[in-house]
Nanobody
């Protein structure tokens, strides 16, 4: 079992910044991929950013240049720095982890609201 603890969501004005954090705990041998998805009501969950162990981060086009994904392997933690936030970034953000064993886990979700 892998548990994911997310933090950092909230309400921010357009143009503002937030930093999401996600820490994995439990039975972890090695994490292959860490990332963040987001979902708004009535739409499918979409991948925002992901990073493989030893690799570079990949981003959905709509956040390129504004969001930065990083990971601290020693802490089993990933960070999503979100700058220049727009109202269309409003969503529930979910942390996602995949182990080398193939096991996948999701966080409980954290709300990000961008509004004036």
């Amino acid at each position: 079992q892998v548990q994911l603890a997310e933090s950092g969501g909230g309400l921010v004005q357009p143009g503002g910044s937030l930093r999401l954090s996600c820490t994995a705990s439990g039975v972890i041998v090695a994490i292959r991929t860490m990332g963040w998805y987001r979902q708004v009501p009535g739409k499918e969950r979409e991948l925002v950013a992901s990073i493989a162990n030893g690799g570079s981060a990949n981003y959905v086009d709509s956040v390129k240049g504004r969001f930065t994904l990083s990971r601290a392997n020693a802490k089993n933690t990933t960070y999503l720095q979100m700058n220049s936030l727009k109202p269309e970034d409003t969503a529930v953000y979910y942390c996602h982890v995949q182990l080398y064993s193939g096991v996948r886990s999701w966080g409980q979700g954290t709300q990000v609201t961008v509004s004036s």
